[in-house]
């Protein structure tokens, strides 16, 4: 949810790529010489706290296996800013709707040009009037390259984000809430009072009125207090229940389940994060989020044996930059990884 320029929002939420050198052994790799001593639940959540040290924000982490009961966590409780994480739980809402016959997803939907928000996606693809798209579509391009306009839309059509809030809350998911969309959102993120303009002509008389405001979010400067609004925020293991709940089928139609995650599986985004130290071919279906100094990757990574985990990592108020986050990202990817491969529950 960066914003590049005068012009056009910054793109929300993507993933700058960056090269990470490689991961050194985890510590419960190096205890474990073969699968029969089994890597302990407090070896990875040690390591997990090791990891984080390499951030000057605070870390959030979140992992279950899909058929286990056990999740490891690094500061269960913790509130963190979603950013475009928050759009799984759109989706769910959506494919909610798609199962009881109120949308479809070959159903046409207009896309008002006065709602574009910038980001990666139709604010950039299409500068004339005359935007339609289906709910397939929409949901495509909303997770995949985290378009915002498309959240927006989809948003709208989820019946707002009470609605949103609504679906996680009946389902029994506690410690993640959905309050605005994605425009605002954002605006809250740069402390932009919008006014009755489009979300480019808001962003570009902000910044004209206050030039700090775009140094902010080029320099992904925290901002100390968007950090610790309750809004718009998940737990880490709320995520991770989220994830598990898209997962076992229970809260969508087997059709809807199994759309969601293979729309998450053509995820473009993040190549550096949860994928960035796995073994080259490893399927990761997930969803990337990025706002000021906010990165996180949420979602499920399949093991060389077929059986899958779901992990969710946060990261809020780092000031290193992308790259640190990045990497503090794919290394704990990477030591779950470890530690299921080697045995772990």
Do not use: C
């Amino acid at each position: 949810m960066r914003i590049k320029n005068l012009a056009v929002a910054a793109a929300a939420l993507l993933t700058v790529s960056v090269a990470a050198p490689p991961l050194a052994a985890p510590a419960f790799a190096q205890k474990a010489s073969s699968k029969a001593a089994i890597p302990s639940a407090a070896l990875l959540e040690a390591q997990f706290a090791y990891l984080a040290k390499q951030t000057d924000g605070t870390v959030g982490v979140a992992v279950q296996k899909v058929g286990s009961t056990e999740v490891m966590t690094l500061n269960k409780g913790v509130t963190f800013p979603m950013a475009s994480t928050f759009k799984v739980a759109v989706a769910a809402r959506i494919f909610e709707r798609i199962d009881k016959g109120e949308l479809k997803l070959d159903q046409i939907i207009p896309v008002d040009p006065k709602i574009l928000v910038g980001s990666y996606g139709l604010a950039v693809m299409t500068p004339h009037d005359g935007i339609s798209l289906s709910v397939h579509n929409l949901l495509e391009l909303m997770i995949t390259i985290s378009d915002n306009t498309s959240t927006d839309v989809l948003t709208a059509q989820a019946g707002g984000p009470a609605a949103v809030t609504d679906w996680l809350t009946r389902h029994g998911i506690k410690g993640q809430r959905v309050d605005a969309d994605t425009a605002h959102l954002i605006y809250r993120a740069l402390d932009i009072t919008p006014g009755p303009g489009t979300f480019k002509q808001n962003v570009e008389a902000a910044f004209k009125a206050d030039p700090g405001k775009r140094e902010r979010d080029q320099k992904r400067i925290p901002n100390a207090p968007f950090n610790a609004d309750p809004r718009d925020t998940s737990t880490p293991e709320a995520m991770v229940e989220l994830l598990m709940q898209i997962q076992s089928g229970k809260v969508l139609s087997e059709a809807s389940t199994k759309e969601l995650l293979a729309i998450m599986g053509r995820t473009s985004t993040g190549d550096k994060r949860l994928k960035g130290l796995l073994p080259i071919g490893t399927p990761v279906a997930h969803k990337t989020g990025t706002l000021m100094s906010i990165a996180n990757d949420v979602g499920f990574i399949t093991l060389p044996d077929g059986s899958q985990f779901a992990i969710a990592v946060f990261v809020k108020g780092d000031t290193k930059g992308s790259e640190t986050q990045e990497r503090v990202i794919a290394e704990m990817a990477r030591t779950a990884y470890d530690y299921y491969v080697l045995g772990g529950r």
